[in-house]
């Protein structure tokens, strides 16, 4: 934190926040490829990181393993052995030319949050577990949230027949990285198991630097609609159909995709909605494109809003692939509600956020958690820390040491002044 900030504890010793840095670049370096962070689900990358991330726990004082869908599990025993936990967590999985931040930041600082505790000899009246999800994004099997869903026990079966693009099923996945895609069940928790799961994580948007603040206590996640669209035209030769004779479902899904920006740029409500993969065949310059799949994500800030936006949009992509002559299928592949986060939990949030003398802000999350699945299980909330530029889903994505270090020192009061209950 800069001398200059609006609401700051003044200059203190970063130290969390340099352990949590040096641990962010060691993470980041383990990605497919140099030129670019990919850590993606259920790959050599995956192992390496659980791996490194295990070591971690265990050096803070956490037995620690590998659950049955690749999380790993770090638990900090309380005053006596086998109390129920404050869980702290995020993902270590990222999008492909990823920030290093995104997961990474909430899963290391919870991590040593622990050291400290165990430096100190500090022991709770309630245990701290700490997980790192192993496929947030969702960027494999076109499914997101595969680790906090198993957790919460709301894992869906069907996900395991889906394939990733080299055509490798998420089943077979799992087997070769030497999980048990039929156990996925012991990854589970029970509600009687879990006081709560705090997340921390960037803001991955710009309102905190607006508001020259590092840390913001969030107040929901907004839903998520995601949808998978097939058209389908009527491959052909480029110099010989007359344009007046085509089926093209490239220019089909162009058409398609101006239609989702425009219908979502004109509303006033916060609506967003991107297409951000697109694959069309048979790809060649000389060819009428035949076949084009592409991905609609639809994101507003209440659930009602976003499903008429949703049932607006398929009827409008309707209506283009039925005047084009085009075969659509529409498929929804992820649907998650707003979750808000539960007021009592919040509420200690706010007060470790008053408590190292920054101003309480509260902002919703545009972007999706973890937390979306872990509703399911326990009571929710979240803590967000301020990013450069609000810049998210880019390799730009920076953090600076001192608002870590904060982040760190909230989590770490709300921690030790935890307690169940409003
Ligand atoms: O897409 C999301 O909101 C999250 O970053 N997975
Ligand atoms: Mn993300
Ligand atoms: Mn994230």
């Known amino acids: 934190m800069s001398k200059t900030d609006a609401a700051g504890a003044g200059t203190r010793p970063t130290l969390l926040g340099e352990e949590i840095v040096a641990r962010i670049d060691q993470l980041a370096a383990i990605s497919e490829a140099p030129s670019h962070l990919a850590r993606i689900y259920l790959t050599p990358q995956h192992r390496k990181a659980a791996d490194l991330l295990l070591s971690w726990m265990r050096e803070a004082g956490m037995s620690a393993h590998l659950d049955a869908i690749g999380n790993v599990c770090g638990r900090y025993e309380g005053e006596t052995p086998g109390l129920a936990c404050l869980m702290l967590g995020s993902h270590y999985d990222t999008v492909r030319d990823a920030g290093k931040w995104d997961g990474p930041l909430g899963l290391i600082t919870a991590i040593s949050c622990v050291a400290d505790l165990n430096r100190r000899g500090r022991r709770l009246p309630f245990a701290i577990e700490v997980t790192g999800f192993a496929d947030e994004e969702g960027v494999r099997f076109a499914s997101t949230l595969l680790g906090s869903r198993a957790v919460a026990g709301t894992f869906d079966e069907s996900v395991l027949n889906s394939r990733d693009q080299a055509g490798i099923s998420m089943r077979e996945a799992m087997v070769a990285f030497g999980l048990d895609p039929d156990h996925i069940g012991a990854a ?52 010989t159909v007359p344009m007046a004779l085509r089926r093209d479902a490239l220019a089909g899904a162009a058409e398609c995709i101006t239609a989702i920006e425009e219908f979502c740029r004109t509303d006033d409500g916060g609506l967003v909605g991107t297409v951000g993969y697109i694959d069309a065949l048979p790809g060649a310059t000389n060819v009428i494109p035949g076949k084009v799949s592409f991905t609609i994500d639809i994101r507003a800030p209440t659930d009602m809003h976003r499903k008429r936006a949703v049932a607006d949009i398929v009827r409008q992509i309707e209506a283009i692939a039925k005047r084009r002559g085009l075969a659509l299928q529409l498929d929804v592949t992820h649907e998650n509600r707003t979750v808000p986060c539960a007021p009592w939990l919040k509420a200690q949030v706010a007060e470790a956020v008053a408590g190292e003398g920054y101003a309480v802000f509260e902002l919703p999350s545009g972007a999706g958690h973890d937390g979306m699945a872990m509703i399911d299980v326990a009571d929710v909330a979240m803590l967000f820390v301020r990013c450069r530029g609000g810049i998210s889903h880019h390799p730009d994505e920076h953090v600076e040491l001192a608002d870590a270090d904060a982040g760190a020192r909230v989590l770490l009061r709300l921690i030790e002044n935890f307690r169940l209950g409003p």
Not at 208 to 221: D, F, Q, S, W, Y
Request: aromatic share 2%; charged share 20%; proline share 4%.
């Open 188 to 239: 589970a928790r029970a509600r009687r198991e879990l006081l709560g799961y705090v997340e921390l994580h960037i803001e991955q948007g710009p309102v905190l630097e607006e508001k020259g603040l590092p840390v913001g206590v969030v107040t929901a996640i907004a839903g998520a609609t995601r949808l998978a669209a097939k058209i389908t035209g009527m491959a052909g030769h480029a110099g």
